[in-house]
C-alpha cells in the first residue's frame, strides 16, 4: 500500500494487533494522522484488547486446581505403564502369580482411579513389614522354607485362602520362609526370599476385606526399597524388594516364566 | 511426565483464562477445561512433535464448546447443563466483581458465538490470525471478518453513548 491507498478494514486489524509491517505501520501511521475516524477506531480497539487483559489475566495468576493437574500427570503415569514393554510380561505374571493364593478371581486388573487410602496403606504396611523383618537376622521368618508344606497350610487356614509359594530360584531367590502378620485388623502372610547377595525380597499377601477398592498395578519406591502392589476382588499383594523398578520388574518377568513353565 | 505433558500442564493456565472469558463463569469454565484435557489425554498419539500445543489445545477445547451449543440448540426443551450454561452465561459477573470484569463480560455476553471466539482468541490470547482459523478451522478471511464485524460491535456496547465506559488502562 502506498499513502494514497486508503487502508483495508484488514490492515486496521493487523495494525491494532501489532502485526504490520515496520514499513506498512508507518504508512498506517501516516494515515491515521489524516483520518481521525480511523484512528479512533484503532483506538477504541486497542483499548478493548488492554481491557480484555485486565479483567481477565488474573486467572493465569490463580494457582491451577489439583483436580486439572491431576488429569495429565494420572493419565500420564498411567500411559507410561500401558507403553512399557515388559508390562505386559508383568501383567501376565500377575495372572500367574494368583497360582499363588489359589482361587485367585478375575477382575484384579480393574483400573482403580485415584489411589484410594486402602490401598496406599496397605503397600504401606508391606512396606514397613518388609523393613522391620529383613532386618533381623536370627528371626527374620517364623516358620523357616524347610517346614513349607507346613507354612503354607498354616498361613492358608489362616488367611482363609489357599496360598502358594511363588518359586524365585530362577530369579536367583530362595524361600527363606514366612510370618503371620496383623495388616489392620486383618490377617496377613509374609513371604521372605534371600538372594546370594543377602538381598531379601517379600510377598506380602493378605485376603481383601470386601470394601477393598480394586487397584491396577501401582509402584512406589521408598528409600530405595520398591513394592509393586495391587488390590483385587478377593486378594491384596505386594511384592517389596530394595531394588528400583526395573529390576523389580525385571524378577517379576523371571517368576512369570518360572510359574508359567 | 515426559515433556509433552509438562508442555501441556503449562497451557492449563491460559486454557483456564480463555474458558472463563468464554463463559463467564469459574466453575464452568474449569469443567470445559477438564472435559478439554481428558480428550488432549486420550488423544495424545495424534499430537505432532513440533506442532503448536496451546493452537492443539485449543482447537479441542473449542470443538467441545461448539458441540455443547449445538447440543443446547437441538434439544430446547430439556433441562440439562446446557441450560445452566446458558443462564450462567447470560449472567454478568456478581456486584462484587470489579467493574470492568462486569462491562466486559456483559459486552461480550452481547456478541455472536462465532464473533466472540475470535476476539478473545486474538485479543486476549494472543493469538496470531493462522493460529486462531486452524483453532476454529476457518479460512484466515473469515477470521478477519469475524474480528472486525465483532470488534465494531463490541465498542458499540463498550461506549454506546459516545464516551469509553471502559476505563484507560496504561
Redesign the interface.
Given at each position: 500500500m502506498n499513502n494514497a491507498d486508503p487502508m483495508s478494514?484488514?490492515d486496521?486489524?493487523k495494525f491494532?494487533?501489532g502485526?504490520l509491517s515496520p514499513e506498512d505501520q508507518v504508512r498506517m501511521e501516516a494515515w491515521l494522522a489524516e483520518h481521525p475516524e480511523d484512528a479512533a477506531?484503532v483506538h477504541?480497539?486497542r483499548?478493548?484488547?488492554?481491557?480484555?487483559?485486565?479483567?481477565?489475566?488474573g486467572?493465569?495468576d490463580?494457582p491451577?486446581?489439583a483436580?486439572?493437574?491431576d488429569?495429565?500427570?494420572m493419565?500420564?503415569?498411567r500411559?507410561?505403564r500401558e507403553a512399557r514393554p515388559a508390562m505386559p510380561g508383568w501383567m501376565r505374571i500377575a495372572a500367574a502369580i494368583v497360582i499363588f493364593a489359589a482361587g485367585g478371581s478375575a477382575g484384579w486388573l480393574a483400573h482403580g482411579g485415584a489411589p484410594a487410602p486402602e490401598p496406599a496403606r496397605f503397600a504401606a504396611n508391606a512396606m514397613g513389614a518388609h523393613k522391620i523383618f529383613v532386618a533381623e537376622r536370627r528371626h527374620a521368618v517364623e516358620v523357616p522354607g524347610g517346614q513349607e508344606a507346613h507354612l503354607f497350610k498354616w498361613l492358608s487356614k489362616r488367611l482363609g485362602v489357599t496360598l502358594k509359594a511363588p518359586d524365585l530360584a530362577s530369579a536367583g531367590f530362595r524361600l527363606m520362609g514366612g510370618r503371620l502378620l496383623a495388616d489392620g485388623p486383618l490377617p496377613a502372610a509374609q513371604f521372605m526370599y534371600e538372594n546370594a547377595e543377602k538381598k531379601r525380597m517379600t510377598v506380602y499377601v493378605r485376603a481383601a476385606d470386601g470394601n477393598s477398592k480394586n487397584t491396577e498395578f501401582r509402584f512406589e519406591d521408598n528409600e530405595g526399597t520398591g513394592a509393586f502392589y495391587w488390590i483385587d476382588a478377593k486378594y491384596a499383594y505386594a511384592l517389596v524388594a530394595p531394588m528400583g523398578r526395573a529390576p523389580l520388574l525385571d524378577i517379576a518377568n523371571r517368576i512369570y516364566r518360572d510359574l508359567s513353565r | 511426565m515426559n515433556e509433552e505433558h509438562q508442555i501441556i500442564v503449562d497451557q492449563v493456565p491460559h486454557l483456564r483464562r480463555y474458558a472463563r472469558a468464554l463463559l463467564g463463569d469459574k466453575a464452568l469454565a474449569d469443567d470445559l477445561v477438564q472435559e478439554c484435557l481428558t480428550r488432549a489425554m486420550d488423544r495424545l498419539h495424534l499430537w505432532r512433535p513440533g506442532g503448536n500445543m496451546r493452537v492443539w489445545l485449543m482447537a479441542i477445547m473449542h470443538n467441545l464448546h461448539i458441540n455443547e451449543a449445538k447440543r443446547r440448540s437441538a434439544r430446547p426443551d430439556q433441562i440439562s447443563l446446557a441450560a445452566s450454561h446458558e443462564n450462567l452465561r447470560s449472567q454478568a459477573p456478581g456486584q462484587d466483581a470489579p467493574l470492568l470484569l462486569r462491562d466486559m463480560s456483559n459486552a461480550l455476553n452481547q456478541l455472536p458465538d462465532e464473533q466472540r471466539h475470535v476476539i478473545l482468541l486474538i485479543g486476549l490470547e494472543g493469538l496470531e490470525y493462522a493460529e486462531a482459523a486452524d483453532v476454529l478451522d476457518i479460512p484466515i478471511g473469515t477470521v478477519m471478518s469475524r474480528l472486525g464485524r465483532g470488534r465494531k460491535k463490541l465498542r458499540e456496547f463498550l461506549d454506546a453513548d459516545g464516551a469509553p465506559r471502559l476505563r484507560s488502562v496504561k
Open positions: 478494514p484488514d486496521l486489524q491494532v494487533d502485526r477506531q477504541a480497539y483499548l478493548q484488547n488492554a481491557n480484555l487483559s485486565q479483567a481477565y489475566d486467572v493465569l490463580e491451577v486446581p483436580a486439572l493437574k488429569i495429565v500427570t493419565r500420564a503415569n500411559r507410561a | -
